[in-house]
């Protein structure tokens, strides 16, 4: 059975002859409100007029659609573009604005619909190209995010690197300087040979 709601609904007809009635169970925020080609992500469970339920979406993750498109039966466009995000209402839909004198798979010819329904969230529509570009900087952001990472992990797990003339490099030379040079053309032959003459004084 629908729950029970305060019994003031607002009531809609459009010029076709459409009829909704909507009944607030618990206030939005009145503050957004779904427009044309808005996507609305509803929680619902649907309702015959004499309380068997045809219909729901609750376990199956959230019904969204765009307003406007005829995505879904009229009442179900007309009552929600009333609501605001957060809102949660008993929609009464006749049956012209339901789904008429076609009877679908749970539901009899002629019905009166009724549904429970939340609407958790509205957003704006993206289009294809701006889709694109969303698409680009979240995988581009994702790979700067793992090169970060490669960063990291190789500065941490570098070796240490012996630079070029470091403390051995001066050991061995003083050694080297010490021997006496193996021709009097080396480079280190007029060091030698000072250090000889300071010796004899």
């Given at each position: 059975m629908p729950p029970k709601a305060p019994g003031k609904p607002r009531i809609l007809e459009n010029e076709e002859g459409h009829r909704v009635e909507v009944d607030t169970i618990s206030k939005g925020n009145g503050k957004?409100?779904?427009?044309?080609?808005?996507?609305?992500?509803?929680?619902?469970?649907?309702?015959?007029?004499?309380?068997k339920k045809f219909d729901s979406n609750l376990g199956r993750g959230p019904f969204r659609f765009a307003c406007g498109y005829g995505n879904v039966i009229p009442g179900m466009d007309m009552a929600v573009r009333t609501m605001s995000q957060g809102e949660r209402a008993l929609i009464t839909i006749s049956p012209e604005?339901?789904?008429?004198?076609?009877?679908?798979e749970d539901i009899p010819a002629n019905s009166t619909l009724i549904f429970d329904l939340t609407l958790k969230n509205v957003e704006k529509p993206v289009s294809k190209t701006g889709q694109m570009v969303k698409d680009f900087f979240k995988q581009l952001a994702a790979v700067m995010v793992m090169y970060a990472f490669i960063g990291v992990y190789l500065y941490m797990n570098r070796k240490p690197r012996v630079q070029a003339g470091g403390e051995e490099a001066i050991v061995a030379?003083?050694?080297?300087?010490?021997?006496?040079?193996?021709?009097?053309f080396s480079s280190d032959y007029d060091d030698w040979e000072t250090m000889q003459y300071n010796e004899e004084l």
């Amino acid at each position: 059975m629908p729950p029970k709601a305060p019994g003031k609904p607002r009531i809609l007809e459009n010029e076709e002859g459409h009829r909704v009635e909507v009944d607030t169970i618990s206030k939005g925020n009145g503050k957004t409100f779904p427009a044309f080609r808005d996507i609305c992500s509803c929680d619902y469970v649907g309702y015959l007029k004499d309380g068997k339920k045809f219909d729901s979406n609750l376990g199956r993750g959230p019904f969204r659609f765009a307003c406007g498109y005829g995505n879904v039966i009229p009442g179900m466009d007309m009552a929600v573009r009333t609501m605001s995000q957060g809102e949660r209402a008993l929609i009464t839909i006749s049956p012209e604005a339901g789904y008429g004198a076609v009877a679908q798979e749970d539901i009899p010819a002629n019905s009166t619909l009724i549904f429970d329904l939340t609407l958790k969230n509205v957003e704006k529509p993206v289009s294809k190209t701006g889709q694109m570009v969303k698409d680009f900087f979240k995988q581009l952001a994702a790979v700067m995010v793992m090169y970060a990472f490669i960063g990291v992990y190789l500065y941490m797990n570098r070796k240490p690197r012996v630079q070029a003339g470091g403390e051995e490099a001066i050991v061995a030379g003083t050694e080297t300087l010490e021997e006496e040079p193996t021709s009097m053309f080396s480079s280190d032959y007029d060091d030698w040979e000072t250090m000889q003459y300071n010796e004899e004084l």
